[in-house]
């Protein structure tokens, strides 16, 4: 069935970049999401990315996808601490990843 | 200012209770969605409506129902609480089925004691 995958935790210092990486099964997503979840709150959608596209660059925030492979990345250039969160890839509205937790370290 | 409103953030309830948890949405969203987040399993989805009156199971539905009587508002019912039903709940809509953008609530933390 349809699956996301997603690593559950990244560590990085503050000003570096953080790459979270996501694989997924179903090909016939019209788009595909990267969700931010702060302590406490619900998810907000963050960005997301159209099946037809490589890359999409939005601020500090890159979104690659290889579509062969199934593969989705989110990179966030020059990480700050207000990015420490979890990040959850999601295919629909409905299949997510497990999340991936954000750390900053200052 | 799109918005889905859950009705409490914390609730403590006794094993055994009878258990409603309330969602608005003021979006008029077709979909709602009930899912529950536990450390290390991400998001699990329980039940979904796609209208009014109508459910489908979602991943883990035992233990739980639901009630969509009204289009913005989908409720989630705990028949008798269990501590293994202490979690963080969250409910979420979209305007359409498969790949649109979910909004979601500020989630509900129910402890079960």
């Known amino acids: 069935g349809e699956d996301v995958e997603q690593s559950l935790f990244l560590s990085v210092r503050e000003g570096d970049s953080s790459v979270i990486n996501c694989t997924y099964t179903?090909?016939?997503?019209?788009?595909l999401y990267w969700y931010k979840q702060e302590p406490g709150a619900g998810l907000q959608l963050l960005t997301y990315?159209?099946?037809?596209?490589d890359m999409k660059q939005d601020q500090r925030l890159t979104v690659l996808l290889n579509k062969k492979d199934k593969h989705l990345s989110l990179r966030i250039a020059d990480t700050q601490t207000g990015d420490s969160a979890i990040y959850f890839c999601?295919?629909?509205?409905?299949?997510f990843g497990q999340g991936t937790t954000l750390q900053v370290k200052p | 200012d799109v918005k889905v409103t859950q009705s409490s953030r914390y609730l403590v309830k006794r094993t055994g209770e009878k258990v409603f948890l309330e969602c608005v949405q003021d979006?008029?969203?077709?979909?709602m969605f009930w899912y529950r987040q536990d450390p290390g399993l991400g998001l699990r989805l329980i039940y979904f409506?796609?209208?009014?009156?109508?459910?489908e199971k979602g991943d883990i539905p035992e233990g739980y129902s639901v009630s969509r009587e009204k289009k913005e508002r989908f409720s989630l019912i705990l028949e008798s609480a269990s501590t293994n039903q202490t979690s963080m709940y969250l409910c979420?809509?979209?305007?359409?089925?498969?790949?649109?953008?979910?909004?979601f609530g500020q989630g509900t933390r129910l402890t079960v004691v």
């Open positions: 409506s796609y209208d009014v009156k109508m459910k």
């Open positions: 999601a295919e629909t509205s409905q299949i």
């Open positions: 179903d090909s016939s997503s019209t788009y």
């Open positions: 979420a809509s979209s305007l359409l089925t498969g790949s649109t953008e979910a909004f």
């Open positions: 990315i159209f099946s037809n596209m």
């Open positions: 979006m008029d969203h077709e979909n």
